[in-house]
């Protein structure tokens, strides 16, 4: 994922007959398993404003069960995509998220409480934060104290911490990006946000994970960004997304049971 400034802003389901009703808007997803790499439930994709969406329930016809939606970005922009899609993705039957993408120029909690006035987060509403370089505007990157407070203050209004959308060399404090940025040193084991489920961004097929996260493991893998029908990464045979132009696509490291418990929905 990438800022608004720049272009855009396990195991098998069929063994778990007393999720048989989620069927009922479409196909269980595959368990993928790129080459070379580690498996995961190939359930859930994200987007924001500038992707094009035709058909929600395409996009649960395609195996899709959980779809997150960038709704923030710093402390005073708000995705225009974002209220009204809600609604059209939940009545298709996916399970919705939301995440923000962090920026230096307003405090961490000004960001946190931009976003949930936003977001207006219920159980079953995934939250992250999008932690990563702002490659359009480096000076405007959210700084690793940012992200603590913008994470601690999302506990302190909810009582739950977002998730963490980061790569593993932007995480240990070592150059990423375009502008070959760096956080200011690496989330140690000790900061609030290595409490927090780790969405791991990595598009090679043998993904690495973060030091603090080592023992722990990624929650959801970001496994290819910008994926169309026709683009799909190492070749794929797995279900193209349709209804959507395109979309990142992520693993979701356990089966279909996991996935809703871990989304605080029952299935539907």
């Not at 595959?30 to 929600?56: K, M, N, R, T």
């Not at 899609?85 to 939940?90: L, T």
């Not at 995440?99 to 909690?109: A, D, K, L, N, P």
Request: charged share 20%.
């Amino acid at each position: 994922m990438i800022s608004r400034r720049g272009l855009l802003g396990g195991l098998a389901a069929s063994s778990l007959p007393a999720l048989a009703g989620c069927a009922s808007k479409g196909p269980m997803p595959e368990v993928y398993h790129p080459p070379g790499g580690p498996s995961g439930l190939d359930a859930v994709i994200d987007i924001s404003h500038g992707v094009a969406v035709s058909d929600w329930s395409a996009i649960r016809r395609s195996g899709i069960l959980g779809l997150i939606h960038k709704a923030t970005e710093g402390g005073d922009w708000i995705d225009p995509s974002y209220a009204q899609r809600r609604p059209q993705a939940e009545a298709a039957g996916l399970l919705w998220g939301a995440y923000h993408f962090g920026t230096r120029q307003y405090s961490g909690r000004k960001q946190a409480e931009s976003f949930l006035s936003v977001v207006r987060p219920t159980p079953d509403t995934v939250i992250a934060l999008d932690l990563e370089p702002n490659d359009a505007n480096p000076r405007n990157t959210m700084t690793l104290a940012q992200g603590e407070e913008f994470a601690a203050t999302v506990q302190q209004m909810t009582g739950r911490l977002p998730l963490l959308y980061a790569h593993a060399q932007w995480a240990n404090g070592e150059k990423y990006g375009r502008r070959n940025l760096r956080l200011e040193k690496p989330i140690l084991p000790n900061s609030i946000l290595a409490k927090c489920d780790l969405w791991l961004a990595d598009y090679r097929e043998q993904p690495v994970v973060p030091y603090t996260w080592e023992s722990r493991g990624w929650t959801l893998w970001q496994y290819a960004a910008d994926q169309t029908a026709k683009d799909m990464a190492y070749g794929a045979h797995h279900r193209a997304v349709a209804g959507v132009a395109y979309c990142d696509r992520n693993l979701f490291n356990g089966d279909v049971a996991a996935l809703y418990k871990f989304w605080k929905a029952k299935p539907r």
